[in-house]
């Protein structure tokens, strides 16, 4: 079972940048797809960007291409969401996702089998 741990969340104002991380428990975490997804408040749950295991290959949703950044330390068992120019609409708990055996990515929710507590991004106007 893959134990995966957010961390970096926190409160911004629009156009700053933060990172978000997700630490993963096992060494087989750089062999597996991982994705980021956040939640709004009364809003469903939603892809934001993965990585593909095994890979640098990454997928963006349109709303945060070009702004955030998905990538990996191997080393660190690690992958981060680097967001820069954040906006309020970006307000969101991000939640870290892998699959189990998969390295390809998807923007599906339910294809990933681990997930991790959630971390809340506030970004204020």
């Known amino acids: 079972q893959v134990q995966l741990v957010e961390s970096g969340g926190g409160l911004a104002q629009d156009g700053d940048s933060l990172r978000i991380s997700c630490a993963a428990s096992e060494r087989t975490f750089s062999s597996v797809a991982v994705g980021w997804f956040r939640q709004a408040p009364g809003k469903d749950r939603e892809f934001v960007a993965a990585?593909?295991?095994?890979?640098?290959?990454?997928t963006y949703d349109d709303s945060v291409k070009g702004r955030f950044t998905i990538y990996r330390d191997i080393a660190k068992n690690t992958v981060y969401l680097q967001m820069n120019s954040l906006k309020p609409e970006d307000t969101a708990v991000y939640y870290c996702?892998?699959?189990?055996?998969?390295?390809?990515?998807?923007?599906?929710?339910?294809?990933?089998?681990?997930w991790g507590q959630g971390t809340q991004v506030t970004v204020s106007s």
């Open positions: 990585v593909r295991g095994g890979s640098v290959s990454t």
């Open positions: 996702a892998a699959r189990s055996t998969s390295r390809y990515t998807s923007l599906w929710s339910y294809d990933y089998d681990y």
